[in-house]
């Protein structure tokens, strides 16, 4: 991971760090696409410690999350990181900001991660041992402003931005130190960034997005599969038809010149009937197609996002699915979906087992289901 001060000129700095926790400095690669964590001010990020169920999936607190920010009257960027216990750390921002922030990235860098400013700078200042007290602060000048943040366990306490630092309150029994090369620390402390941190970078959307376009591919070759067999059984009954029309007008005119042999034309008019009985048949098997179709156009409203099919078959009354799933809620929304289908019957679900084959997708599944009348 490289991290990068856009407020400042400097070149992103990466880090490779050992498992005795020194690290070093890595010097990032030319003429290649580097990705970069990038960081938001304080002042435009929505920080809190928030009290949830332990038990609670990360979707589920996504949820909980989007309807905490509900009354917000802009398109919010949310993220969060478990603590001990059952204590959450939200982070959040406006996308507005984060596509401004974004927009000044230089083109040779891919921005992975948008970070909090104040604690990628405190992480720089523990990771490298300049400060080891709980209880610790730091403030730096930018353009006429001092900012100013102080930090108990690991946790922004105050924050603030003045043109005097005469104008802060005293912390008593904390350590303040000024920060002479604040582009530096930000930069290595994005750097710094471990895989349990927050990331306020719209990657959940875009990963629903995926998900979501490889669905749509599955399902149009579906349809077009379908559509295919369609055509053929089609242009099939259409020949018959032809053939039987034709058939028809030699018989007319063999009757009117061979009155005199009833018997044979007797055998003939017996014929037409049998083919006629086997149109009616082929024109039932085109109006059973229907159904088929309609079946499988239910299916793919039923799919939520996350998840994908990568198997279904059909023999009698009995129809197996199998598939993929980014989370085992979302097969519980395919689950809950399938049995509003008319045409299901007792959809159950099958050997739902974790499955990480095929990232983003985290568990695989199999679904019966009997066809019921209307199928």
Request: with cysteine; net charge negative.
């Amino acid at each position: 991971m490289f991290g990068l001060d856009l407020d400042s000129p400097n070149t992103p700095i990466g880090v490779k760090q050992y498992p005795d926790g020194k690290f070093e400095l890595l010097t990032p690669p030319k003429n290649i696409l580097i990705e970069t964590a990038i960081s938001l001010p304080e002042s435009e990020v929505f920080s809190k410690i928030l009290i949830k169920d332990t038990h609670l999936s990360d979707t589920e607190i996504l949820k909980e999350l989007d309807a905490y920010f509900a009354d917000f009257n802009k398109p919010l960027a949310i993220d969060f990181q478990r603590l001990e216990g059952n204590k959450i750390r939200v982070m959040a921002a406006t996308q507005e900001k984060i596509k401004q922030l974004c927009e000044h990235v230089p083109s040779t860098i891919k921005v992975c991660a948008i970070d909090n400013e104040s604690y990628a700078i405190a992480r720089a200042l523990k990771k490298t041992g300049a400060i080891t007290e709980k209880k610790f602060g730091f403030f730096y000048t930018q353009g006429n402003k001092i900012k100013l943040s102080v930090f108990e366990n690991n946790h922004l306490i105050f924050y603030d931005e003045t043109e005097s630092k005469n104008h802060y309150p005293q912390f008593e029994n904390i350590k303040i130190i000024m920060l002479e090369n604040k582009s530096y620390l930000l930069a290595l402390g994005l750097a710094l960034r471990e895989k349990t941190d927050w990331n306020l970078y719209p990657w959940r959307a875009e990963e629903a997005q995926c998900v979501h376009r490889r669905g749509f591919i599955f399902l149009a070759k579906s349809m077009l599969y379908s559509i295919l067999l369609y055509a053929i059984a089609h242009i099939a009954l259409m020949g018959l038809l032809f053939s039987q029309e034709k058939y028809n007008q030699l018989l007319e005119k063999e009757f009117e010149n061979t009155s005199a042999q009833s018997t044979t034309i007797q055998s003939q008019k017996t014929q037409i009937k049998t083919m006629q009985t086997e149109m009616l048949a082929l024109q039932k098997l085109k109006q059973q197609q229907l159904p088929s179709l309609q079946l499988l156009n239910d299916l793919n409203h039923a799919m939520p996002d996350g998840v994908f099919l990568t198997q279904l078959s059909l023999q009698h009354n009995q129809i197996q699915l199998s598939g993929l799933a980014v989370t085992e809620d979302q097969t519980n929304m395919l689950m809950k979906n399938l049995s509003t289908i008319n045409t299901l019957a007792q959809p159950t679900l099958h050997n739902l087992q974790p499955d990480t084959s095929e990232p983003p997708y985290h568990f695989s599944f199999s679904v019966s289901a009997t066809l019921g009348e209307n199928a």
